[in-house]
């Protein structure tokens, strides 16, 4: 009888370990499962650059989280932060008041003193996360300081060139370059970055130069990251290989170069639109490219975005918001109209106004990135047709019957034409104006110099 019992309960009891074991296994690996692609929260989401150092006077994080409420209100919801880790002191490039530069790591799992506390940061991440922002920040993997601990500690974390001497990159010589042939160094890197985010809750990190850094040390770190969370990696680099890296997205240089060189009129709307139908072609239907007018090293080292754009700083402000395949970006003060290069090493306050007049604009646009997938940066992007071509750069945003139509005039010049394609007809909002217009193949439209439309088809 005991046989037979045990005979009949045996099936059910290796079913149920099998299971327990199946379960436990989901436990474990649904981080890597759920990891595919682009976080879910990224698509129709914005980046807002925060140069801490010179945001506020005291130039701190707690008094940086003040302004937290005002930029929800404006709808930013990636808050990026340059490095703030602690700064080495060894090689600085200037003398009198230099605070150094904050991509010169003394320390990667410190927190600089400059700005406040690791516990304030740690308060500063949640109440962020409470208030709904994603918080990422800026991480260096390609150099250190001279005087991080590694470079006594582990000398052989760090290249040399062929004479035997430390490498200072291009002219950074306050910076020496990591050697990532060093497996212990790799490891180091990457520890030291979970530690940002499995103790400090971020949600993901902008590395600084990632073409200099060897792409299989980007795949191995980033797939262990996301065995933790699934952190937004933000590649300033244009290589292609990054994406197979892992990154979500790189920087769009070179159209931001072009718009300067429009505007400036070394570069006709052509070839402008040359560019972006090349980059169309060469990047993958799922990079994300970020586009921008402005950022901390356009502003500190190339001009301000009046210097560069001149009267269409809102008309490439616009162009930037609403282009294909990004997650696009804000840098700290344009929603004032910062006209002020800020310095790189010294304490420079941004000059805030308190108007705020560009807030409004911005708002604008980044309420209707989030209302309208067809913002989205997977959405559908295709060049619209208009009868005065050599000025007029027109396109339709598209995705799941939400479009979105954005006419930019990019000359000098007023102009007067029609748009020859069916997709625009309708009633949409005429987002600027506020009000609804009919707009059909017959439409004749009339546009200032520099002049934007942007229309909402809900």
């Not at 002191?89 to 003394?106: C, F, H, I, P, Q």
Request: aromatic share 14%; proline share 4%.
């Amino acid at each position: 009888m005991k046989k037979n019992i045990l005979s009949s309960f045996l099936p059910v009891l290796l079913f149920s370990i099998l299971l327990i074991s199946f379960n436990e296994k989901m436990d474990k690996e649904p981080a890597i499962e759920a990891t595919t692609g682009h976080p879910a929260w990224s698509a129709q989401s914005n980046i807002y650059e925060i140069n801490l150092r010179q945001f506020t006077k005291e130039g701190t994080i707690t008094a940086f989280e003040k302004a937290l409420p005002r930029l929800k209100d404006m709808g930013v919801e990636v808050l990026w932060f340059m490095p703030i880790t602690p700064i080495g002191v060894e090689g600085r490039k200037m003398t009198e008041k230099d605070l150094g530069s904050y991509y010169a790591v003394k320390d990667y799992k410190g927190f600089n003193p400059e700005f406040g506390t690791m516990d304030d940061w740690k308060a500063f991440v949640k109440h962020a996360h409470e208030m709904g922002f994603k918080v990422i920040t800026d991480w260096v993997a390609n150099h250190s300081a001279p005087d991080n601990h590694w470079m006594k500690a582990h000398p052989d974390f760090y290249a040399k060139d062929s004479l035997g001497k430390y490498i200072a990159p291009y002219d950074w010589t306050d910076v020496r370059k990591l050697n990532y042939a060093n497996k212990e160094l790799r490891d180091s890197m990457i520890d030291a970055m979970k530690f940002w985010v499995t103790e400090t809750g971020i949600d993901g990190f902008r590395c600084d130069v990632a073409d200099d850094v060897p792409m299989d040390f980007w795949k191995e770190c980033i797939t262990e990251l996301r065995k933790s969370k699934h952190v937004f990696m933000l590649a300033e680099g244009k290589k292609l290989e990054l994406y197979d890296a892992g990154f979500d997205e790189t920087y769009a240089w070179n159209i931001m170069v072009a718009m300067t060189e429009l505007y400036a009129g070394k570069k006709s709307l052509v070839q402008f639109d040359s560019l972006i139908n090349a980059d169309n072609v060469n990047y993958p239907k799922n990079a994300y490219r970020m586009f921008f007018t402005t950022n901390h090293d356009e502003n500190s080292w190339n001009g301000t975005e009046f210097e560069k754009y001149g009267d269409a700083y809102k008309t490439f402000a616009v162009f930037s918001q609403t282009m294909y395949q990004s997650v696009p970006l804000i840098y700290n003060g344009q929603e004032d109209m910062n006209k002020k290069r800020l310095k790189f090493f010294v304490k420079d306050t941004i000059p805030w106004e308190g108007e705020m007049d560009m807030a409004p604009f911005y708002k604008t646009l980044l309420s209707l990135r989030k209302s309208n997938a067809a913002l989205a940066a997977d959405a559908s992007y295709k060049k619209l047709v208009s009868t005065a071509d050599s000025s007029i750069f027109a396109y339709l945003r598209e995705k799941d019957g939400h479009k979105v139509a954005v006419i930019l005039n990019l000359s000098k010049q007023p102009q007067k034409f029609s748009i020859k394609d069916a997709s625009i007809a309708g009633e949409p909002l005429n987002l600027f104006l506020g009000t609804k217009e009919k707009v059909d193949t017959a439409h004749q439209f009339s546009i200032e110099q520099w002049g934007y439309i942007v229309y909402d088809y809900k």
